[in-house]
Structures are given as structure tokens and as C-alpha cells.
């Protein structure tokens, strides 16, 4: 098992920076990917950005440019680093942590969520 813990969530005004961080712990494997998702009111939940444990990255287009992932495997604790915050986005922020279990089969794992609101 996995445990994921986020935190860094809260009120910014548009234009602000938050940064997130979430920190695991349990059985974890050399190899995953680390993903932060969000999910707004009303919406689907998406992907914001991920990170292998190689360090290759990946960003939804709409905060490309704005916002940065990164991860310190050293601490098993990943970032995101939110720069020019708009409205658009406000959500709850997930933590979500894949990796292939003993029998070679896909889990994911996820935090509890923190709360970012974006004030215009």
C-alpha cells in the first residue's frame, strides 16, 4: 500500500503562486509516475502534470508555461510549483501515485485532495 499526502492548497488572487506538494509513503516502487490532477465543480477530473521516476514530464496545455512539476525521490515528495494563477484554476488538487504491483498489474494510488481557490 501507498500513502499519499498533499498540502500547500488555499486562497490566491489572480496572477498569485501556490505550490502544492505531496509526500508518500508505504510500498513504493522504484519505477512510477507521480500525477497531479484536479478537479473543479461541476467537472471531470484532469490531468494537470505528471513526472516519471525518471524525471520525463508531462503538462495538460492549458498550464503549460505557468506551472512546473517536480519530484525529489530522495524525500518521495512531489511539487507543483503554480505561477499566474487564474480563476479557471480553481479545483481540488490530487495526488496520484502509479506503479505495477507484485503481479505485474497497474495500481494507482491517490491523496485526499487540497483545495486551491483562484480570486479575479
Known amino acids: 500500500q501507498v500513502q499519499l499526502v498533499e498540502s500547500g492548497g488555499g486562497l490566491v488572487q489572480a496572477g498569485g503562486s501556490l505550490r502544492l506538494s505531496c509526500v508518500a509513503s508505504?510500498?513504493?516502487?522504484?519505477?512510477?509516475?507521480m500525477t497531479w490532477y484536479r478537479q473543479a465543480p461541476g467537472k471531470q477530473r484532469e490531468l494537470v502534470a505528471a513526472?516519471?521516476?525518471?524525471?520525463?514530464?508531462n503538462y495538460a496545455d492549458s498550464v503549460k508555461g505557468r506551472f512546473t512539476i517536480t519530484r525529489d525521490n530522495t524525500k518521495n515528495t512531489m511539487y507543483l510549483q503554480m505561477n499566474s494563477l487564474k480563476p479557471e484554476d480553481t479545483a481540488v488538487y490530487y495526488c496520484?501515485?502509479?506503479?505495477?504491483?507484485?503481479?505485474?498489474?497497474?495500481?494507482?494510488?491517490w491523496g485526499q485532495g487540497t483545495q486551491v481557490t483562484v480570486s479575479s
Open positions: 496520484n501515485l502509479g506503479q505495477r504491483g507484485q503481479s505485474l498489474r497497474w495500481l494507482d494510488y
Open positions: 508505504g510500498s513504493i516502487a522504484n519505477s512510477n509516475t
Open positions: 513526472i516519471s521516476s525518471g524525471d520525463y514530464t
